[in-house]
């Protein structure tokens, strides 16, 4: 079994200042981790992912994230915020090796950056 | 390379009407997932299919219904709508064997209106 717990559903930085995203999962078998982003009435975009490689994990447009095994986070950080980063985040996990229907999405947390 | 493909971009329905979703997944991806995303109950599971079966099913009613061709593209049938199924439904494809990470790929979703 396996889930996905992202802390906040709401969090506004401002422009400039870093952003954090948390996220804590659980899972039977070693975990596959990703993070996506959600523009207003659009897909889901891929930001990054870790797959039992390197723990500190750099993805698109300036986002990182590191898995801790021993917190079961895989929390989500920027050292920068733009105004282009406001959207939905999810936090999603699927155990190795099983299939994409496997896979677990967190809630969502809602990024507001203000001028 | 094409992402995938979800058509119609937006539709309007009358309850009780039916309604069918199209997806074209990525070239060489055999998986297709489909979910539906409302505010009040975030991002749900529909179903996957891989190989013109389904594979994965969520939690939803008999209404709801998919396939999957040969050439992997899919669709998903929703009959007798009701107000509550006024939602974006996003389709996304992976590779889906048995080795892949997980990885999804998101069409840009249909959004539906049932009036």
């Known amino acids: 079994a396996q889930s996905v717990t992202q802390l906040d559903s709401h969090v506004s930085v401002s422009e400039g200042t870093p952003v954090l995203l948390r996220c804590n999962y659980s899972s039977s078998y070693s975990p596959s981790l990703f993070w996506y982003v959600q523009h207003p009435n659009k897909g889901l975009q891929l930001l990054l992912k870790?797959?039992?490689?390197?723990?500190l994990v750099k993805g698109i447009n300036g986002f990182e994230a590191e898995f801790k095994k021993s917190e079961t986070s895989f929390h989500l950080t920027k050292p920068s915020a733009h105004m282009s980063d406001a959207a939905e985040y999810f936090c999603?996990?699927?155990?190795?090796?099983?299939?994409?229907?496997?896979?677990?999405f967190g809630d969502g947390t809602t990024l507001t950056v203000k001028p | 390379k094409a992402g995938v493909t979800q058509t119609p971009r937006y539709l309007i329905k009358t309850r009780g009407q039916q309604v069918t979703l199209s997806c074209s997944p990525i070239?060489?991806?055999?998986?297709v997932s489909w979910y539906q995303q409302t505010p009040g109950q975030g991002l749900q599971f529909l179903f996957e299919?891989?190989?013109?079966?389904?594979?994965n099913k969520g939690n939803f009613p008999g209404r709801f219904s998919g396939r999957q061709f040969s050439n992997s593209r899919s669709e998903m049938n929703v009959s007798t709508l009701e107000l509550g199924d006024s939602a974006l439904y996003l389709c996304?494809?992976?590779?889906?064997?048995?080795?892949?990470?997980?990885?999804?790929?998101f069409g840009e979703g249909s959004r539906l209106t049932v009036l």
């Open positions: 999603v996990v699927i155990m190795i090796n099983t299939n994409a229907g496997k896979s677990t």
């Open positions: 070239s060489g991806h055999r998986s």
């Open positions: 996304a494809s992976s590779f889906g064997g048995r080795a892949n990470s997980g990885e999804l790929f």
């Open positions: 299919y891989f190989s013109e079966t389904q594979r």
């Open positions: 870790y797959t039992s490689a390197a723990t």
